[in-house]
């Protein structure tokens, strides 16, 4: 099929996560598509709470080196008191809701108390084949509806060239008629000019994290007091052929057929540590610059722009899973059906999907996508809609490379190397120590101290460590060694300062990270402790985490040993690259070779800690000990095949104790299990993940992105893997994927990948690099090396056999297993090479 992916719905949206998410990096928006009473929620990537602070607890340096004594003396449950009521830090400051734009349409009169009328209005001229769709080949969306005699449309886009977001409203065989005006949950004040409505305002001074329940729960400075963000909008009737008139609370538009609406926003955030201006009038300024510039382009220009600029990535690459089964429901219907209904076609709308989100939420100069991207009607956000760092940022990203959108990985680069400038203070006033550290929160402050609340979450010192890998990622997929030299050195050296000051000897020579934590999760350290729990609960008694048999607390878990394994041994790497050998800690060979080692446990599971400690939670969401087999590669098959056997056994463990097999816990799951080649357990996660979305994906009443992004992710596991010394081709497709076609997919050394299968076999692959070089393909146990010229390609069959050498071939000719890409305009196929850029 042609590729035509869209998200559609029947029905406006009512909640948060049914309305269709546009955005263009920092500006964006959710449609909820009413026919009457529009309101489409606007957020501004860098609109935060609170203002750069210091949220450092001196008690952690005061009792730090009594916690690693209790800890590494085996006294973990007063270890882990002593962190929980003497070390803990503060919560992060919020992600903001900037405001509202509100499009009233059929009505010109009063338009005071529209949210209780909304109602009323539609049912008392009701609307008839109505639809709203997000077509994710051009990134519009569309509601269409008719209403009496009158066909009624609108285009909304979110325009990264001219920073604004447009809305275009038509009507057809009658009159447009609507009233607009902005609202903010924030401070502010608004004010109307010819055409146009304005408000400026200013975030909270501080937000307070929607559990536990601290009251005031949202804080406001006085205006000379405060310094927290300044935020201004605009939204201007740029062209209509109706009146335009206002009255003191909105503007209207009457008599019209057609009307454009463009709306830009801005705050006063200027960059990581730099000075605010806090002017929120000429922040109006250069709100209503941006749209006078917009509107000096025709309609059709901009939304070109707007188009080009987006396919010009998600243009790269393309997927067709076969003939659609369901594609005639709405979004919502079709992910409820996908548990009993086979459907890979929706899965590769799920791929594409995923590319969409992020290229909306991340480009080059913007935040990084957070909890929720960009997009948040919350005050109040779940977690705050911040970055936490023990899985849910990192798995925003997981698919960025693989997936052909290596420039809209930078934000997280960006956020790791402010990290690491702000982690230098936490990593000196909190340990006494060298190099950075960041923990288990961060916000746009770049917060990088202990969270608070309970050590099994806050107390982790390697989340930065973790965000640190997509660097080295990013490097490896696109092998830039200039980003090597600027980016990746400098942070992994300073992150390895702190590893090695942070390391601790133990009797049995052995290096450990205490006090350490298994993210989130606890464990019974006493020998009888799971016996006596089972009895109190088949007694009827509750269990409870705070028994003194319980910790979070060890000497060293899983994770943190993955974490320095890979960070040390990358950076010793890096510096054999660049020739920097001669600027290594002498410490580092001694600590990397004689870290604890991985073990196996009792029940041939990998340990998840250093002793083989009994769960509290055998179910638990968290799978932190194998980060070792995804994302990382510590553990793989070929390079330690039997702790990647034990690795197996924990997650099927973890399985068949009930781990939560949807949303971002199942897309974890279905990463590992690609890895694990088991095709069969990904494909029933698949069907699991499908359940509890709202139409737009998010996961219901907690609005978490990192599912789909993480769904997404998965799904290029387990098409291509390239982590374990070859590309290995469709490692763990279920097979209800019988024919496939993929185009524009990334592997590990700068290799771009295409292939196409039938009747679940191979049918033929192209491998193109930039640069010369050499590369090993997989494919079902077979194994072939090739070698790519600079420019060039290598064609080969299902059998892996064909052009090895990659002779060089004049630009446009076809190949063996050359592959047909629909075009846009007529949807016939033409031949052509994976590189063609005409995918549309």
């Given amino acids: ?294 509107a000096a382009k025709p309609y059709q220009s901009l939304l070109a722009d707007h188009v080009g600029d987006y396919r010009g990535l998600y243009g790269r690459f393309f997927i067709d899973l076969g003939e659609p089964i369901t594609d005639a429901l709405p979004t919502s219907e079709r992910l409820e059906r996908f548990a009993s209904v086979e459907d890979p076609a929706l899965l590769a709308a799920v791929a594409q999907y995923s590319r969409y989100l992020l290229i909306a939420s991340s480009r080059p100069g913007t935040q990084a996508a957070n909890l929720q991207g960009i997009w948040n009607e919350s005050l109040q956000p779940p977690w705050a809609s911040n970055y936490t760092t023990n899985i849910n940022a990192q798995m925003n990203y997981w698919g960025a490379e693989p997936y052909n959108l290596s420039e809209c990985h930078l934000p997280m680069s960006d956020l790791v190397r402010e990290l690491s400038d702000s982690g230098r203070l936490a990593a000196k006033k909190m340990y006494g120590m060298n190099g950075w550290v960041a923990h288990h929160n961060a916000d746009l402050w770049r917060m990088a101290g202990v969270a608070g609340e309970d050590a099994s979450w806050a107390w982790w010192p390697f989340g930065g460590f973790w965000l640190a890998q997509h660097l080295w990622t990013h490097y490896d997929y696109t092998r830039d060694e200039n980003y090597l030299r600027d980016v990746v050195w400098p942070v992994y050296k300073e992150a390895a300062a702190f590893l090695l000051d942070f390391a601790v000897k133990g009797e049995d020579g052995f290096y450990y990270t205490a006090p350490s934590t298994s993210p989130e999760n606890k464990f019974f350290y006493k020998d009888g402790s799971i016996r006596a729990v089972l009895g109190e609960v088949r007694s009827g008694n509750r269990f409870s985490a705070s028994r003194d048999d319980v910790s979070a ?112 816990p199942g897309a974890w799951y279905a990463s590992l299990n690609a890895r694990f080649r088991d095709d069969a357990a990904c494909n029933g996660l698949m069907r699991e993940m499908a359940q509890g979305l709202g139409a737009n994906m998010l996961v219901r009443r907690v609005w978490q992105i990192d599912a789909i992004f993480g769904w997404g992710a998965a799904i290029a596991e387990m098409l291509l893997q390239s982590h374990d010394g070859a590309i290995e081709l469709l490692p763990a497709i279920p097979r209800s994927w019988r024919r496939g076609r993929v185009l524009g997919m990334k592997a590990r050394g700068g290799f771009t990948v295409g292939m196409e299968w039938a009747d679940n076999r191979l049918s033929g692959a192209v491998i193109e690099s930039a640069r010369a070089a050499e590369c090993a393909v997989r494919y079902r146990g077979k194994e072939v090396a090739i070698s790519v010229p600079a420019g060039g390609k290598v064609a080969l069959d299902g059998d892996l056999a064909g052009d090895l050498a990659g002779a060089s071939r004049p630009a446009g000719q076809l190949y063996s297993c050359s592959i047909g890409i629909p075009t846009a305009n007529c949807g016939r196929t033409e031949e052509t090479s994976i590189t063609d850029s005409r995918l549309w």
């Avoid at 000497?555 to 320095?564: F, K, V, Y």
């Avoid at 590669?633 to 390079?639: F, N, R």
Wanted: proline share 4%.
């Fill in 553 to 664: 607390i060890c000497r060293a878990s899983t994770m943190d040993l993955a974490i320095a394994r890979e960070l040390l041994g990358r950076l010793r790497e890096a510096a054999g690259l660049l020739g920097l050998e001669a600027e290594l800690d002498p410490r580092l060979p001694e600590v990397l070779e004689n870290l604890c080692p991985f073990q196996i446990g009792k029940h041939g599971q990998l340990q998840e800690w250093d002793r083989d400690y009994e769960e509290c939670t055998p179910g638990m969401s968290h799978v932190s000990h194998l980060y070792a087999v995804y994302p990382s590669s510590v553990i793989s098959a070929s390079s330690s095949p039997e702790l990647f056997d034990a690795a197996r056994a924990s997650m099927q463990r973890r399985m068949q104790h009930g781990g939560h097999n949807g949303h971002w």
């Fill in 1 to 294: 099929m042609a590729e035509g992916y869209r998200l559609f719905e029947n029905k406006p949206a009512e909640l948060f996560e049914d309305a269709h998410l546009l955005g263009n990096g920092s500006l964006g928006a959710s449609v909820f598509g009413d026919p009457s009473y529009e309101a489409i929620l606007i957020n501004h990537d860098t609109l935060w709470s609170g203002q750069e602070a210091e949220k450092i607890n001196p008690g952690t340096l005061e009792n730090f080196q009594e916690a690693r004594r209790l800890t590494m003396g085996g006294q973990l449950k007063e270890a882990n008191n002593l962190i929980n009521d003497r070390m803990l830090g503060y919560w992060s400051e919020s992600y903001m809701p900037l405001g509202w734009l509100h499009l009233t349409v059929g009505q010109s009169g009063d338009q005071r108390n529209m949210p209780q009328r909304r109602t009323l209005l539609n049912e008392l001229d009701p609307c008839r084949d109505y639809r709203r769709e997000l077509a994710l080949d051009d990134a519009v969306e569309r509601i269409t509806y008719a209403r009496g005699q009158t066909a009624h449309a609108r285009e909304i886009f979110a325009s990264r060239p001219d920073n604004v977001l447009a809305v275009r409203l038509t009507a057809k065989g009658g009159r447009l008629d609507f009233a607009m005006s902005l609202s903010s949950p924030l401070r502010h004040e608004q004010r109307l000019a010819d055409g146009e409505a304005s408000i400026t305002g200013r975030a909270p001074d501080r937000v307070e994290p929607y559990r536990p329940y601290f009251h005031p729960r949202v804080v406001y400075r006085a205006d000379e007091d405060s310094g927290s963000v300044r935020f201004a909008c605009v939204a201007r009737v740029v062209s209509t052929d109706g009146a335009v008139s206002r009255d003191a609370m909105r503007v209207y538009v009457t008599g019209a057929t057609e009307a454009v609406v463009l709306l830009a926003a801005a705050t006063d955030y200027a960059g990581y540590r730099n000075r605010r201006g806090r002017d929120t009038e000429a922040l109006a300024r250069e709100c209503a610059a941006i749209v006078g510039a917009a």
